[in-house]
């Protein structure tokens, strides 16, 4: 005797229709496969916005702008200076050994003598030292082409040597004073 409905039901030669014959029908395992690629496609694409910063920038940095072809090195320019310490908004593109880099300080007097722009015992205003009164007017801003973030604002002052030029911020006030704190964007070749 046993208690299964089956055995009292008719055997009339036709296979059950609620049991499979050879495992799950395909409807259903491609709606469980589609299950599981939902699953884990949303922590995926929630990672993914997560560290979009991380992810979408050449090498990692958030400083490289789009088309740089090398990380920035910690030292650079004439006197291979270090980045002012209190350096913010720092960007940089860097192509075939050229490297424009962008940043804003209110250190740049210092930095502008560590980086050999200006001797030690001068003034960063004497007229000496100054390449050139950059031609941007009061309030325009510029940015090099390749270079991401914002530009320097006019009036600008340049320094620079064959290999290395920076454009610093100058105050539109006074002729000697840098803008506080100052935008600087220094361009030179890789040695």
């Known amino acids: 005797m046993s208690d299964s409905w089956q055995d009292d039901a008719p055997d009339n030669g036709e296979p059950d229709i609620g049991e ?107 007229e000496s030292y100054l390449d050139d009164h950059y031609a941007l007017g009061e309030d325009d801003t510029e940015l090099p082409r390749g270079l991401c973030g914002t530009g320097v604002r006019g009036p600008v002052l340049t320094y620079g040597s064959t290999a290395t030029t920076i454009m610093v911020e100058r105050s539109p006030f006074t002729t000697d004073r840098f803008r506080a704190p100052a935008r600087a964007i220094v361009t030179y070749d890789a040695p």
Do not use: K, M, N
Not at 29 to 39: G, N, Q, T, Y
């Open 20 to 126: 499979p014959d050879d495992g799950p029908r395909p409807r259903h395992l491609l709606r469980r496969l589609a299950i599981a690629v939902l699953v884990l496609a949303i922590p995926a694409g929630g990672l993914v916005w997560l560290f979009q910063d991380d992810l979408f920038h050449p090498f990692g940095d958030a400083r490289a702008c789009e088309g740089s072809d090398a990380p920035l090195s910690g030292a650079f320019g004439a006197g291979g200076a270090p980045l002012p310490g209190d350096a913010s908004d720092v960007h940089y593109y860097t192509q075939g050994g050229h490297t424009e880099l962008s940043f804003v300080s209110s250190r740049i007097p210092a930095f502008l003598h560590t980086a050999g722009f200006v001797p030690d015992d001068a003034s960063p205003f004497d």
